[in-house]
């Protein structure tokens, strides 16, 4: 199984610059192969509505027509560049068009400020006396605060603003036992940044992180009144950037305890699945930075699960929160919070329902219950404010 361990690295003036020149050739490496493919797909269409391949041209190139022509086609700039990190980022163009085949986007032309990161596949690189060795660059200073275990598969160098880091993926031999599944619980993340459980206990996000969450949404602002192109423009990007980092810092953090909670308590965790096209094309900023917040608790409950011999799972999100335990419809407006079911009178906080909800599209515990809610509603104290609330 593959396991992760990030560093950050310290490079020096002259391998800073040959950092920032690496990711721009592969950036355009990137970026050209993108317009190539759109090209081919174009030329390929005309020649099918003429019928010159009448037994059918594939309408788009793939990886390996591009890593095919990559070494006949190299420029000077990209001879620079350690060959399979460039094959690395031919795969990437090739996971965007995969992405988009399966309804997401079209695959972005990526700016300078987008294109952050690059890969050496397995070769190219190595680790010795404090230093990370790479091919084409040097070494690096690095600070190793834990252990590698394993074989390094694939190690990415990554900017985050002014800051440079790697990432190991290894490959390690473990074995597993699966454990005997007692306790279950479903998740609800919701929009307000609060996680309910299906025992309708909750969990808020620390207040320093909804602190820059409302200060990010303040600079964006500020930056979209700035001249483009001005020198202040650019100032205030960076500023914006730094606010960003500093969330995603904070949001990791919280998203590490909490998982490391989230397995320790269950054996059996469930979430909905986020829908990662809306994602992408949402506009909504603050919704599309708790998106990715959330899809990183999962990612981390999945990865740490894993490693128990317990499970996560992700279930169909249609409609959670617009249906009862009982089954019935009762559709609610964001701004309702009370869930009132007139097929078995349930009454309750309306995240704890959808929580319930999801837990209960579980393979393991089947479909949605036919029972009465109450019974069905987890959480004892939670129970007796449901109940309350009926009596009202
Ligand atoms: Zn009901």
Redesign the pocket.
Known sequence: MRKSFQFRIYPNKKQEVALERTLTICRHLYNDSLADRKRQAELNRLKQSFNVFPWGYPEWINYYDQANQLPLSKTAFQKEVHSQVLQNTLKRVERSFQNFFNGAGYPRFQGRNRYNSFTYPGSGLKLEDGKLNLSKIGAIKIILHRAIEGKIKTCTIKRDVDQWYVTFSCEIDILIIPIEIKTITGIDVGLTSLITFSNGEQIEPPKYLRASEKRLAREQIHLSKKKKGSENRNKQRIIVAKVHQRIRFQRKDFNHKLSTNLVNNYDHVVFEKLQIQNMVQNHNLAKSISDAGWSQLINLTKYKAEYAGKIVELVNPRGTSQV???G?P?PKKLSMRIHR?P??G?VADRDHVTANVIESRSSTTGTAGFQA?LSNLKGEAMKQEATLLVGW
């Open positions: 009862c335990i009982c019935h009762v079911c097929n078995c349930l809610c």
